[in-house]
Protein backbone atom coordinates (compact mmCIF):
# COMPACT_ATOMS: atom_id res chain seq x y z
CA UNK A 1 0.00 0.00 0.00
CA UNK A 2 0.88 3.34 -0.37
CA UNK A 3 -0.15 5.07 2.50
CA UNK A 4 -1.20 3.28 5.80
CA UNK A 5 -3.92 4.03 7.65
CA UNK A 6 -1.64 5.39 10.62
CA UNK A 7 -0.33 7.61 8.33
CA UNK A 8 -3.06 8.69 6.96
CA UNK A 9 -4.74 9.49 10.56
CA UNK A 10 -1.62 11.27 11.31
CA UNK A 11 -1.69 13.57 9.02
CA UNK A 12 -5.44 14.42 9.07
CA UNK A 13 -4.74 14.97 12.84
CA UNK A 14 -1.58 16.86 12.28
CA UNK A 15 -3.45 19.14 9.84
CA UNK A 16 -6.32 19.75 12.14
CA UNK A 17 -3.78 21.51 14.24
CA UNK A 18 -2.01 23.49 11.65
CA UNK A 19 -5.26 24.02 9.90
CA UNK A 20 -5.14 27.89 10.56
CA UNK A 21 -2.21 28.14 9.26
CA UNK A 22 -2.58 27.37 5.99
CA UNK A 23 -6.13 29.32 5.89
CA UNK A 24 -4.02 32.39 7.18
CA UNK A 25 -1.64 32.03 4.22
CA UNK A 26 -4.10 31.62 1.57
CA UNK A 27 -6.57 34.44 2.29
CA UNK A 28 -3.37 36.50 2.56
CA UNK A 29 -2.36 35.53 -1.03
CA UNK A 30 -5.51 36.23 -2.39
CA UNK A 31 -5.34 39.68 -1.38
CA UNK A 32 -2.18 40.42 -2.64
CA UNK A 33 -3.16 39.07 -5.71
CA UNK A 34 -6.37 41.10 -6.12
CA UNK A 35 -5.39 44.48 -5.01
CA UNK A 36 -2.24 44.74 -6.40
CA UNK A 37 -1.71 42.14 -9.25
CA UNK A 38 -5.63 42.17 -11.03
CA UNK A 39 -7.07 45.54 -9.73
CA UNK A 40 -3.49 47.36 -9.85
CA UNK A 41 -3.10 46.84 -13.16
CA UNK A 42 -7.31 46.80 -14.00
CA UNK A 43 -7.27 43.20 -15.17
CA UNK A 44 -11.06 41.73 -14.76
CA UNK A 45 -10.63 38.33 -13.33
CA UNK A 46 -12.02 37.20 -9.94
CA UNK A 47 -9.60 35.87 -7.27
CA UNK A 48 -11.14 32.93 -4.76
CA UNK A 49 -9.01 30.94 -2.08
CA UNK A 50 -9.55 27.82 0.00
CA UNK A 51 -7.87 25.87 2.61
CA UNK A 52 -8.06 22.41 2.24
CA UNK A 53 -10.58 21.22 4.94
CA UNK A 54 -9.06 18.32 6.72
CA UNK A 55 -11.80 15.90 5.30
CA UNK A 56 -10.34 16.46 1.61
CA UNK A 57 -7.08 15.80 2.52
CA UNK A 58 -8.31 12.52 4.07
CA UNK A 59 -10.68 11.63 1.45
CA UNK A 60 -7.19 12.84 -1.61
CA UNK A 61 -5.05 10.57 0.64
CA UNK A 62 -7.41 7.78 0.69
CA UNK A 63 -7.26 7.61 -3.02
CA UNK A 64 -3.78 7.86 -3.30
CA UNK A 65 -3.72 4.44 -1.62
CA UNK A 66 -5.93 2.74 -3.47
CA UNK A 67 -5.03 4.29 -7.09
CA UNK A 68 -0.96 3.62 -5.39
CA UNK A 69 0.25 6.29 -7.68
CA UNK A 70 2.42 8.06 -4.72
CA UNK A 71 4.39 6.76 -1.95
CA UNK A 72 3.97 8.50 1.61
CA UNK A 73 5.98 6.28 3.93
CA UNK A 74 5.18 8.58 6.82
CA UNK A 75 3.51 12.03 7.86
CA UNK A 76 6.58 14.56 7.14
CA UNK A 77 6.21 13.26 3.51
CA UNK A 78 2.24 13.76 2.71
CA UNK A 79 3.29 17.57 3.70
CA UNK A 80 6.15 17.35 1.85
CA UNK A 81 4.27 16.22 -1.28
CA UNK A 82 0.87 17.65 -1.12
CA UNK A 83 1.35 21.38 -1.83
CA UNK A 84 -1.87 22.81 -2.45
CA UNK A 85 -3.08 22.65 1.00
CA UNK A 86 -3.51 26.47 0.63
CA UNK A 87 -4.44 27.13 -2.75
CA UNK A 88 -5.45 30.66 -4.71
CA UNK A 89 -7.00 30.84 -7.95
CA UNK A 90 -7.08 34.03 -10.66
CA UNK A 91 -9.91 33.12 -13.09
CA UNK A 92 -9.21 35.91 -15.94
CA UNK A 93 -11.90 36.64 -17.65
CA UNK A 94 -9.61 36.53 -21.14
CA UNK A 95 -7.41 34.14 -21.60
CA UNK A 96 -4.63 36.71 -22.97
CA UNK A 97 -4.00 37.95 -19.17
CA UNK A 98 -2.96 34.37 -17.84
CA UNK A 99 0.85 34.69 -18.53
CA UNK A 100 0.60 38.54 -17.57
CA UNK A 101 -0.99 37.88 -13.95
CA UNK A 102 1.07 34.30 -13.50
CA UNK A 103 4.56 36.69 -14.45
CA UNK A 104 3.39 39.18 -11.88
CA UNK A 105 2.50 36.42 -8.99
CA UNK A 106 6.23 34.63 -9.31
CA UNK A 107 7.73 38.67 -9.07
CA UNK A 108 5.31 39.12 -5.92
CA UNK A 109 6.09 36.58 -3.87
CA UNK A 110 8.81 33.94 -2.97
CA UNK A 111 9.94 30.54 -4.57
CA UNK A 112 11.28 27.55 -2.19
CA UNK A 113 14.04 28.62 -0.04
CA UNK A 114 13.81 31.95 -0.99
CA UNK A 115 14.59 31.38 -4.26
CA UNK A 116 12.67 33.30 -7.21
CA UNK A 117 9.22 31.67 -7.30
CA UNK A 118 8.82 29.97 -10.79
CA UNK A 119 5.71 28.81 -13.07
CA UNK A 120 4.31 25.89 -14.69
CA UNK A 121 2.06 25.88 -17.76
CA UNK A 122 0.02 23.25 -18.32
CA UNK A 123 -1.97 22.32 -21.20
CA UNK A 124 -3.06 19.15 -22.07
CA UNK A 125 -5.08 19.33 -25.09
CA UNK A 126 -1.62 19.88 -27.04
CA UNK A 127 -0.94 16.29 -26.39
CA UNK A 128 -4.52 15.03 -26.21
CA UNK A 129 -7.04 16.32 -28.46
CA UNK A 130 -9.79 15.12 -26.05
CA UNK A 131 -8.35 16.66 -23.03
CA UNK A 132 -8.91 20.52 -22.36
CA UNK A 133 -7.37 21.18 -19.20
CA UNK A 134 -5.73 24.49 -19.34
CA UNK A 135 -4.13 26.96 -16.44
CA UNK A 136 -0.66 27.94 -15.32
CA UNK A 137 0.58 26.89 -11.93
CA UNK A 138 2.65 28.40 -9.37
CA UNK A 139 4.43 27.36 -5.92
CA UNK A 140 4.26 30.38 -3.82
CA UNK A 141 5.80 31.77 -0.07
CA UNK A 142 5.07 34.73 1.64
CA UNK A 143 8.63 36.68 1.12
CA UNK A 144 10.90 36.97 4.25
CA UNK A 145 9.88 40.88 4.82
CA UNK A 146 6.04 39.67 5.23
CA UNK A 147 6.48 37.08 7.73
CA UNK A 148 6.05 39.56 10.79
CA UNK A 149 3.37 39.77 13.29
CA UNK A 150 0.50 37.28 12.64
CA UNK A 151 2.63 35.77 9.68
CA UNK A 152 5.56 34.70 11.41
CA UNK A 153 4.24 30.76 11.65
CA UNK A 154 3.81 30.54 8.24
CA UNK A 155 7.07 30.47 7.14
CA UNK A 156 7.82 27.88 4.95
CA UNK A 157 4.30 27.04 3.87
CA UNK A 158 3.43 26.82 0.50
CA UNK A 159 0.49 28.09 -1.62
CA UNK A 160 -0.36 27.24 -5.26
CA UNK A 161 -1.68 29.61 -7.17
CA UNK A 162 -3.85 28.63 -10.12
CA UNK A 163 -4.15 31.14 -13.46
CA UNK A 164 -6.81 30.25 -16.09
CA UNK A 165 -9.30 32.03 -18.11
CA UNK A 166 -13.17 31.84 -16.63
CA UNK A 167 -14.28 29.70 -19.51
CA UNK A 168 -11.11 27.00 -18.61
CA UNK A 169 -11.82 27.44 -15.27
CA UNK A 170 -15.33 26.12 -16.28
CA UNK A 171 -13.89 22.77 -17.75
CA UNK A 172 -11.51 22.24 -15.44
CA UNK A 173 -13.84 22.20 -12.13
CA UNK A 174 -16.11 19.77 -13.92
CA UNK A 175 -13.62 17.55 -15.17
CA UNK A 176 -12.33 17.50 -12.32
CA UNK A 177 -15.53 16.63 -10.00
CA UNK A 178 -16.34 13.74 -12.86
CA UNK A 179 -13.36 12.52 -13.98
CA UNK A 180 -11.10 12.56 -11.01
CA UNK A 181 -12.73 10.07 -8.85
CA UNK A 182 -11.23 6.76 -9.18
CA UNK A 183 -13.91 5.11 -6.90
CA UNK A 184 -16.68 6.09 -8.63
CA UNK A 185 -16.09 4.51 -11.97
CA UNK A 186 -14.91 5.56 -15.42
CA UNK A 187 -16.57 7.67 -17.27
CA UNK A 188 -19.24 6.37 -20.17
CA UNK A 189 -18.55 7.09 -23.95
CA UNK A 190 -21.22 9.71 -23.49
CA UNK A 191 -20.09 11.81 -20.88
CA UNK A 192 -16.47 12.04 -22.83
CA UNK A 193 -17.87 12.86 -26.18
CA UNK A 194 -20.11 15.81 -23.92
CA UNK A 195 -16.80 17.14 -22.24
CA UNK A 196 -14.79 17.06 -25.63
CA UNK A 197 -18.24 19.19 -26.77
CA UNK A 198 -17.66 21.37 -23.74
CA UNK A 199 -13.97 21.77 -24.46
CA UNK A 200 -14.81 23.53 -28.21
CA UNK A 201 -17.00 25.39 -26.63
CA UNK A 202 -14.90 26.65 -23.47
CA UNK A 203 -12.00 26.85 -26.38
CA UNK A 204 -14.16 28.97 -28.34
CA UNK A 205 -15.73 31.01 -25.79
CA UNK A 206 -12.45 32.68 -24.79
CA UNK A 207 -12.62 33.85 -28.34
CA UNK A 208 -16.14 34.85 -28.01
CA UNK A 209 -15.61 37.24 -24.50
CA UNK A 210 -11.99 38.62 -25.45
CA UNK A 211 -14.53 39.71 -28.18
CA UNK A 212 -16.88 41.21 -26.84
CA UNK A 213 -14.92 43.59 -24.06
CA UNK A 214 -13.06 44.54 -27.50
CA UNK A 215 -16.59 45.94 -28.25
CA UNK A 216 -17.32 47.20 -24.90
CA UNK A 217 -14.24 49.42 -25.12
CA UNK A 218 -14.57 50.43 -28.37
CA UNK A 219 -18.29 52.12 -26.97
CA UNK A 220 -16.57 53.51 -23.80
CA UNK A 221 -13.93 55.62 -26.17
CA UNK A 222 -16.91 57.53 -27.59
CA UNK A 223 -18.03 58.62 -24.37
CA UNK A 224 -17.24 61.91 -22.75
CA UNK A 225 -18.69 62.06 -19.15
CA UNK A 226 -17.12 60.43 -16.08
CA UNK A 227 -14.95 57.41 -15.50
CA UNK A 228 -17.37 54.98 -15.03
CA UNK A 229 -14.48 52.60 -13.12
CA UNK A 230 -11.49 51.73 -14.09
CA UNK A 231 -11.95 49.37 -16.76
CA UNK A 232 -13.46 52.36 -18.31
CA UNK A 233 -10.60 54.60 -17.50
CA UNK A 234 -8.26 52.34 -19.35
CA UNK A 235 -10.21 52.14 -22.06
CA UNK A 236 -11.06 55.66 -22.63
CA UNK A 237 -7.38 56.75 -21.57
CA UNK A 238 -5.29 54.22 -23.55
CA UNK A 239 -5.79 55.40 -27.13
CA UNK A 240 -3.36 58.37 -26.21
CA UNK A 241 -0.17 55.59 -25.43
CA UNK A 242 -0.97 53.25 -28.61
CA UNK A 243 1.40 50.26 -28.39
CA UNK A 244 1.25 50.26 -25.12
CA UNK A 245 -0.03 47.99 -22.20
CA UNK A 246 -2.19 50.95 -20.41
CA UNK A 247 -3.53 48.50 -17.67
CA UNK A 248 -0.39 48.19 -15.98
CA UNK A 249 -0.45 50.19 -13.32
CA UNK A 250 -3.75 51.94 -14.01
CA UNK A 251 -5.57 50.73 -11.31
CA UNK A 252 -3.03 52.29 -8.54
CA UNK A 253 -2.95 55.43 -10.85
CA UNK A 254 -6.62 55.39 -11.29
CA UNK A 255 -7.29 55.95 -7.34
CA UNK A 256 -5.22 58.51 -7.10
CA UNK A 257 -6.63 60.55 -9.54
CA UNK A 258 -10.28 60.28 -8.01
CA UNK A 259 -9.65 62.44 -4.92
CA UNK A 260 -8.17 65.16 -7.32
CA UNK A 261 -10.90 65.17 -9.68
CA UNK A 262 -9.31 64.30 -12.63
CA UNK A 263 -12.13 61.96 -14.12
CA UNK A 264 -12.54 62.41 -17.51
CA UNK A 265 -10.65 63.07 -20.05
CA UNK A 266 -10.53 66.43 -20.03
CA UNK A 267 -9.82 66.81 -17.36
CA UNK A 268 -6.75 64.70 -17.63
CA UNK A 269 -5.47 67.02 -20.69
CA UNK A 270 -6.19 70.60 -18.65
CA UNK A 271 -3.90 68.90 -16.22
CA UNK A 272 -1.16 67.83 -18.58
CA UNK A 273 1.46 70.70 -19.38
CA UNK A 274 1.57 69.91 -23.07
CA UNK A 275 -1.35 68.37 -25.32
CA UNK A 276 1.60 66.03 -27.05
CA UNK A 277 2.35 64.93 -23.47
CA UNK A 278 0.20 62.36 -23.90
CA UNK A 279 2.44 60.70 -26.25
CA UNK A 280 5.94 60.14 -27.98
CA UNK A 281 6.86 62.94 -25.29
CA UNK A 282 5.38 60.78 -22.30
CA UNK A 283 8.07 58.60 -23.08
CA UNK A 284 11.04 60.63 -23.29
CA UNK A 285 9.61 62.36 -19.97
CA UNK A 286 9.58 59.03 -18.16
CA UNK A 287 12.95 57.73 -19.97
CA UNK A 288 14.69 60.79 -18.51
CA UNK A 289 13.63 60.69 -15.13
CA UNK A 290 13.86 57.48 -14.73
CA UNK A 291 17.73 57.52 -15.81
CA UNK A 292 17.76 60.70 -13.19
CA UNK A 293 16.60 57.90 -10.51
CA UNK A 294 19.10 55.23 -11.42
CA UNK A 295 21.85 58.07 -11.09
CA UNK A 296 20.96 58.82 -7.65
CA UNK A 297 20.54 55.40 -6.59
CA UNK A 298 17.08 55.64 -6.25
CA UNK A 299 15.99 51.91 -7.22
CA UNK A 300 12.95 51.11 -4.92
CA UNK A 301 10.33 51.23 -7.47
CA UNK A 302 11.11 51.05 -11.56
CA UNK A 303 9.20 53.32 -14.09
CA UNK A 304 7.74 51.31 -16.69
CA UNK A 305 7.23 52.27 -20.03
CA UNK A 306 4.93 50.03 -20.94
CA UNK A 307 2.14 50.92 -18.77
CA UNK A 308 0.05 53.66 -17.08
CA UNK A 309 3.41 55.42 -15.79
CA UNK A 310 3.32 57.40 -19.08
CA UNK A 311 -0.08 59.24 -18.05
CA UNK A 312 1.63 59.50 -14.71
CA UNK A 313 4.66 61.01 -15.46
CA UNK A 314 3.09 63.50 -17.96
CA UNK A 315 0.46 64.50 -14.85
CA UNK A 316 3.78 65.09 -11.96
CA UNK A 317 4.30 69.00 -13.16
CA UNK A 318 0.65 69.62 -11.69
CA UNK A 319 -0.06 66.97 -9.25
CA UNK A 320 3.31 65.24 -7.95
CA UNK A 321 2.60 67.63 -4.12
CA UNK A 322 -1.00 67.09 -4.38
CA UNK A 323 -0.26 62.83 -4.62
CA UNK A 324 2.45 63.72 -1.97
CA UNK A 325 0.07 65.43 0.51
CA UNK A 326 -3.09 64.06 -0.35
CA UNK A 327 -2.00 60.26 -0.70
CA UNK A 328 -4.99 58.19 -0.30
CA UNK A 329 -4.60 54.58 1.35
CA UNK A 330 -5.52 51.66 -1.33
CA UNK A 331 -5.33 48.77 0.65
CA UNK A 332 -1.89 47.87 -1.79
CA UNK A 333 1.32 48.91 -2.46
CA UNK A 334 0.24 51.04 -5.31
CA UNK A 335 0.14 53.99 -3.06
CA UNK A 336 3.04 53.63 -1.78
CA UNK A 337 4.48 53.18 -5.10
CA UNK A 338 2.80 56.23 -6.47
CA UNK A 339 3.67 58.54 -3.98
CA UNK A 340 7.52 57.48 -3.60
CA UNK A 341 7.88 58.24 -7.67
CA UNK A 342 6.00 61.62 -6.79
CA UNK A 343 8.36 62.43 -3.95
CA UNK A 344 11.68 61.79 -6.38
CA UNK A 345 10.20 63.50 -8.84
CA UNK A 346 9.40 66.73 -6.45
CA UNK A 347 13.00 66.06 -4.94
CA UNK A 348 14.43 66.33 -8.72
CA UNK A 349 12.94 69.70 -9.75
CA UNK A 350 14.08 71.05 -6.54
CA UNK A 351 17.70 70.24 -6.73
CA UNK A 352 17.35 71.31 -10.46
CA UNK A 353 15.40 74.75 -9.38
CA UNK A 354 18.35 74.91 -6.77
CA UNK A 355 21.34 74.58 -9.25
CA UNK A 356 19.97 77.03 -11.61
CA UNK A 357 19.95 79.63 -8.92
CA UNK A 358 23.29 78.69 -7.65
CA UNK A 359 24.53 78.95 -11.54
CA UNK A 360 22.42 82.58 -11.81
CA UNK A 361 24.52 84.30 -8.84
CA UNK A 362 27.55 82.75 -9.21
Known amino acids: MSISDSVIQGAVTRYYREYDRYLKLCV ?4 ICRLEIVEGNAIRAQVTSRAKSPKS ?5 RRFAVS ?6 DIDSVFDQIR ?6 IATYEQ ?20 NATLEVKDRHAENPSHFYRATHCEVFLPATELVGTYVNVSGVPCEVQVCSMMAHVWNEIEHDLGYKPLSGELSTLEKEL ?6 LSRSGDGTISQLLAATDQRQTEQTDSFA ?27 QLRPLRLITPESLRKAIESPEAAGP ?55 TRIRWIAERFLEIEESRTKQGSDASTS
Open 195 to 200: LVSLGH
Open 281 to 335: AALKQLKELSSTLCERGETRFNLDDNSADLLLVALLPRIAKHLVKGQQPDGSGGA
Open 57 to 61: LEGKL
Open 229 to 255: DVYDFVARVRRWFPGTDFGRHAGQLFE
Open 68 to 73: GKKEFP
Open 84 to 89: DLAAVR
Open 28 to 31: RVAE
Open 96 to 115: KHEKQIAEEVCKRFAGHDGE
